[in-house]
């Protein structure tokens, strides 16, 4: 699957610094607004402790995790939606991507101009919301016009039904809501859907703050605990450049757990409403991605698009199992191998071997 997740903020608040770090891939990070102007992009790996030992046990030859795209936007401003600074072009970059990432500036730094002058969270939020909202209220206007226009020409069950979405999107912008937050019937989010609607996205703040911040885990109270990352961009860039043993000798020194960066890409992936199965064997373990209720055919049809039509079963067990047992054979002797047909959910760590006609 490919996952696009857009890091989008005002200019100069560490969204290139963030996305250097993350991808470890170097990008102009000079200190004036609209230094990036087209995107970068980078594939980052997903963080997973289990590909590791189950790679050991099957002898396998790679490991190959799964995998987020991060794309670096250029910085917004306010008038972004009339197309002030690069607005147009920011907001088309914006459309292509699943999932949005905001990086908001909390720390303090005389050296590194802020585009409003003063460090204000709450106001920078503000300022990207009303910007979305502003290009979503023109999409869905137009989108209405269309829609009421076509019901005129006669009995159209679509407009109909793109008129009722619309409307109820259009209030809720109107209120200050974003589209995300209206419930939608499965035949209303089939006619906007082609609409890629900003404040549809799925979006996490990522709180770009200082070394003590991090530590004192700091929040911003407005928005809701679960949607925000505290990091500190800079020391996201310096970790990345240490060696993979000295990591967690740094993090402790710091009275930290973990990176920010693996916090980071794990939210991302959950934010898509996404979770892995893996595979494992002397060629390759790997994880694979689905959609969160993906039934075992779709995930086969992952590994290659014609196993979802010829799927016949799947085996199936838990990834402990085999870390526990320490062989395919001992699981099966054990009866721990489910074998499971078409309306299978998958869940997350299920190891899989999917069996197929012809």
Not at 72 to 89: F, Q, T
Not at 131 to 157: H, I, M, P
């Amino acid at each position: 699957m490919s996952l696009k997740v857009g890091i989008v903020g005002l200019p100069n608040v560490g969204k290139s610094t963030l996305f250097k770090a993350i991808t470890k891939k170097q990008v102009d990070c000079a200190n004036f607004p609209f230094c990036t102007i087209e995107p970068n992009v980078g594939i980052v790996a997903v963080p997973d402790e289990r590909l590791e030992p189950l790679a050991k046990i099957s002898k396998s030859e790679k490991i190959v995790p799964a995998t987020v795209e991060f794309v670096d936007i250029a910085g917004l401003v306010a008038g972004a939606h009339k197309g002030e600074g690069l607005g147009n072009k920011f907001l088309s970059h914006i459309r292509e991507c699943d999932a949005i990432v905001e990086v908001v500036r909390a720390f303090e730094n005389d050296d590194i101009v802020h585009v409003s002058g003063k460090i204000d969270p709450t106001s920078d939020i503000e300022t990207i919301s009303l910007e979305l909202a502003y290009a979503d209220l023109a999409t869905v206007e137009k989108r209405l016009e269309s829609a009421k226009k076509q019901s005129k020409a006669g009995t159209n069950r679509e407009a109909q039904i793109a008129i009722a979405a619309c409307e109820r999107i259009l209030e809720a912008l109107s209120s200050g809501r974003p589209a995300r937050s209206v419930e939608l019937s499965d035949d209303e989010e089939r006619e906007v859907r082609s609409l890629q609607l900003l404040t549809m996205k799925p979006l996490l703040y990522v709180l770009n703050v200082n070394e003590e911040q991090v530590r004192s885990g700091f929040r911003i109270p407005e928005l809701p605990a679960d949607s925000q990352i505290p990091l500190c961009a800079k020391l996201e860039e310096e970790l990345a450049t240490l060696p993979e043993g000295e990591v967690s000798e740094y993090l402790s020194a710091l009275g930290l757990k973990t990176t920010g960066l693996n916090a980071l890409i794990k939210s991302a992936y959950r934010l898509l409403g996404l979770m892995t199965f893996l595979t494992t064997g002397p060629k390759e373990t790997r994880a694979w991605t689905v959609r969160i209720g993906a039934r075992a055919p779709q995930a086969a049809g992952v590994i290659h698009t014609d196993f979802e039509r010829a799927f016949i079963r799947a085996e199936i067990y838990d990834w402990r199992d085999l870390v526990d047992l320490g062989s395919e054979n001992a699981i099966r002797e054990a009866g721990k191998i489910r074998i499971e047909g078409k309306e299978y959910a998958m869940r997350e760590g299920d190891v899989c071997n999917f069996r197929v006609g012809v």
